[in-house]
């Protein structure tokens, strides 16, 4: 089932997310609900809160992006923590599914070990690098209440304002469904 992506203003996106304890058969539906939406709006990631839930939990596909190294298949990350990050940083383009039409170039670390449980209720520590490592980080932003516009420069967030205005009053238009606030 598509679920609605909820967008900028809505108190869901700003809650720190729940460890989740254990996996029910309710949220293994949720998790292909998940993909489902994700797909469907042509994204590589997708945080538990876009779609309106507390659980720490982000799911994640990369292998159809535009990037050589971007070979991991679909990825679900319960309770995920990065742990470390490399000194090395990159700049890309990111954009949002829950800030539709807004993109600008955010400065990340180029590589990170992050640690979470699979949907195995196994507990993975990975180094991840980057494409996948940019993606952890966006994500991982999301279920800590950070959008990707918060890491900008000054100048940066001040000229996105606007955008942010249109997507909180809901004057904005997408292939996906949407729960504005």
Do not use: W
Not at 2 to 22: F, S
Not at 55 to 73: C, L, P, R, S, Y
Not at 79 to 99: K, M
Not at 131 to 138: E, G, K, N
């Amino acid at each position: 089932m598509i679920l609605p992506v909820y967008t900028y203003n809505h108190p869901v996106l700003r809650q720190k997310a729940q460890p989740i304890a254990d996996l029910s058969d309710e949220i293994n539906a949720f998790v292909e609900n998940m993909f489902e939406t994700m797909y469907n709006a042509n994204g590589i990631g997708l945080a538990a809160n876009q779609v309106g839930s507390t659980m720490a939990m982000t799911v994640i596909d990369v292998a159809d992006a535009d990037d050589e190294d971007a070979t991991e298949g679909p990825l679900i990350l319960i309770n995920p923590v990065i742990e470390a990050y490399s000194d090395e940083e990159e700049e890309f383009e990111e954009g949002c599914l829950s800030l539709p039409d807004l993109r600008d170039v955010v400065v990340r670390p180029e590589a990170i070990q992050v640690r979470y449980i699979d949907r195995h209720m196994k507990e993975v520590v990975r180094e991840a690098d980057g494409l996948l490592a940019r993606v952890i980080q966006h994500e991982v932003d999301h279920l800590n209440g950070i959008f990707f516009f918060e890491r900008l420069t000054a100048i940066r967030r001040t000229l996105s304002q606007g955008k942010l205005k249109r997507i909180a009053r809901g004057e904005i238009e997408t292939e996906y469904p949407l729960f504005t606030p």
